[in-house]
DNA sequence: GATGAATGAGTGTTCATTCAT
DNA sequence: AATGAATGAACACTCATTCAT
């Protein structure tokens, strides 16, 4: 992989804020520029365009965003708990890489741009080989039923999740979550938990 | 409301493609009227500005987005069964304006415009009481649990489908669903089926 | 010349106002018709074009500005009392159509438009004519003297004016003059008796 | 003050000549740029809009318009010779900065922008106290008379020119003034002398 | 005769990018 | 390597005018 230096990788932090924030194309190289106190001509110095900066961000974030889960089916818990521990995973990954991930959010469905997004279609394929290897599990153990949907268990945490964040302000409302450290903290207790009761309702309830 | 005519309608729709397909920022007045086939001086005569076309394509869409569901509480169906049908109604509904929930997605968290969104507002906040009553009707009857997050399943739901669209040529390509009828073919079905199994088993299974 | 209906007339006083306080290049006609209450449209109905209601316009005023003070020479007055006179009339006659004045002031100077102003010039020059007859009448009875630039004389009052009236807002500060009733009674008294002391002295006094 | 760069005052001084031929209304930033051979969005980049390169336009022009004459009470010369010099200065400074005074002319009674003219009218007020200074000079010597409204001298001197230099090509056939060069040579002699000899008048002449 | 709808040319401005150093 | 100056294309929008009725 390409090897980012101290200045790249302020630049790269100043647009993923305000990618997040106002959009891709809502985004001037000048306002990145002056968040990263840089000059603007070095954004196309360094990234060659505003398109390719957005790509090597994406490179830079999902690079360090692989799920470090494989002991996580050698560990010797229930797979139950495993299905816990991978929800409560998944969400903090989110919440952790949560601009990146509006950003793809929104990227991934624009048709201006095609981002090479394999890195992302692969850290996902293999999140999903892991859950999928858990719930067998489970089922082999008689403790999950078997008509269940593998590949709608990812959208449907990272879909809350991202849902729940980009419409914050009402949920903020909504809750009574008044301040960011409230809502940070219902998110790693109550949105958790409930996620987790979900998946495991899902795969343990025969309906 | 304002009434819009017919070319005002036509204006709206390419808007709405096109605000959906490259975003706000991303579209260009002249791609609208170009897609509508009338005059980018029409625009500004018409709603005023770019910006509050999208205002009035809010309007437009939100107005007729309201869920005719208030007959579901008083049909005599098992509160299980209105849920079922509930989480129907909704991915329908979403789908059927999968455009405008695109759009408001972006919009509700890019920090750049400030739509009034009051309309969606009262329009979850309508939604969430329907399915409360539901809800607290099973819980009444002992079908369902008492310890559940009941603001947390419409994100849940929606953040799903939502997730789930956006990412489509990832799912399409992940599920087989080669074309865009299969697609909509499995919207219908097991991704349905997915949400309400998923939903009911959430609100009955006691974990 | 063309006659203007009543129509007509609202436009183009609609349109006078609107020249003199923000130009010809700063008024749109919707806010000529706006003001005039009339359809955009009519103004090229029934001008032709913006220009040609300037035209229009130029002819109506100045046709109505003709000096009606040939009998002046015939009044057994002397000469210094036919030029207060005059003096006064020219005052109060640019004061009346200071708006008029103020756009062709601008006007004839613009190099973008080339307004046939030639009913304006036989103006000017039948007025320096009944200023020349006097002054030469004065010359004759030894009351004037002789190395006077008469051709300068209109300049000067004419001048002096228009700049004090498109400066007001900083002579009425200069001049204590809060209101514009004050203003005018200022025009009419001690600007006029200004005006009619320099004339006279330079006619007179041999220096 | 700000300090203008060459190229800027390139763009000054193209956009003070078609400001003052066309008015501002009716000068496009494309032909400031093209006359100045610069790149349109230059002028933006450089003063920020075409408003802010018309403010920086007086500034620049103002400041630089300051009457040396304060020497001129100083000089032990007569207070007739000082207003004789006064009136020819006066002429001198507007002749030379005739475009500008053009441009301040309309600006000032243009009610659709309010140009911060403060430097303008500190310009005029000292102006103002100098001729006083002189004028009560000359009626402690009992060469002026006392009843004289000091204040509306300079707007007969400024509007005198500004009246005679805005109808050019009329007073230019009046006068037979062929060319530039004549109407030029003709306000430095007669143009000037019929002023002084017109303030003088008023001032010494008693009537 | 009179008008609301519609047009295309043109407006000032902003944009990502490149140039010269 | 790093930058301020400069560029041309594109932007949303406004304009006077004309069209269809």
Same mark, same amino acid.
């Given at each position: 992989?390409?090897?980012?230096?101290?200045?790249?990788?302020?630049?790269?932090?100043? /647009? *993923?804020?305000?990618?997040?924030?106002?959009?891709?194309?809502?985004?001037?190289?000048?306002?990145?520029?002056?968040?990263?106190?840089?000059?603007? /001509?070095?954004?196309?110095?360094?990234?060659?365009?505003?398109?390719?900066? %957005?790509?090597?961000?994406?490179?830079?974030?999902? &690079?360090?965003?692989?799920?470090?889960?494989?002991?996580?089916?050698?560990?010797?818990?229930? +797979? $139950?708990?495993?299905?816990?521990?991978?929800?409560?995973?998944?969400?903090?990954?989110?919440?952790?890489?949560?601009?990146? !991930?509006?950003?793809?959010?929104?990227?991934?469905?624009?048709?201006?741009?095609?981002?090479?997004?394999?890195?992302?279609?692969?850290?996902?394929? &293999?999140? %999903?080989? @892991?859950? /999928?290897?858990? $719930?067998? *599990?489970?089922?082999?153990?008689? %403790?999950?039923?078997?008509?269940?949907?593998?590949?709608?268990?990812? +959208?449907?945490?990272?879909?809350?999740?991202?849902?729940? !964040?980009?419409?914050?302000?009402?949920?903020?409302? @909504?809750?009574?979550?008044?301040?960011?450290?409230?809502?940070?903290?219902?998110?790693?207790?109550?949105?958790?938990?409930?996620?987790?009761?979900?998946?495991? /309702?899902?795969?343990?309830? *025969?309906?």
């Amino acid at each position: 992989m390409t090897e980012f230096n101290e200045k790249q990788i302020e630049i790269l932090q100043a /647009a *993923e804020n305000l990618f997040s924030e106002v959009g891709f194309d809502g985004t001037t190289v000048r306002a990145i520029s002056k968040k990263a106190n840089i000059n603007v /001509a070095m954004i196309s110095y360094y990234f060659g365009s505003k398109e390719k900066l %957005l790509e090597s961000l994406v490179i830079y974030r999902i &690079s360090g965003m692989q799920m470090d889960l494989e002991n996580l089916f050698l560990e010797h818990i229930s +797979p $139950i708990e495993k299905i816990e521990k991978l929800v409560a995973f998944y969400v903090q990954r989110i919440y952790s890489n949560r601009c990146m !991930y509006q950003i793809l959010h929104f990227e991934m469905s624009n048709k201006k741009r095609d981002l090479d997004l394999k890195a992302f279609t692969d850290v996902k394929n &293999s999140n %999903l080989q @892991l859950l /999928a290897n858990i $719930i067998h *599990e489970g089922q082999a153990l008689n %403790l999950f039923k078997k008509n269940v949907t593998i590949e709608l268990i990812p +959208p449907t945490i990272i879909g809350s999740f991202t849902h729940f !964040y980009m419409n914050k302000s009402y949920y903020q409302k @909504l809750l009574g979550l008044t301040t960011d450290v409230l809502l940070e903290n219902y998110i790693t207790t109550t949105f958790t938990e409930h996620l987790q009761k979900t998946i495991k /309702a899902l795969l343990v309830y *025969e309906n």
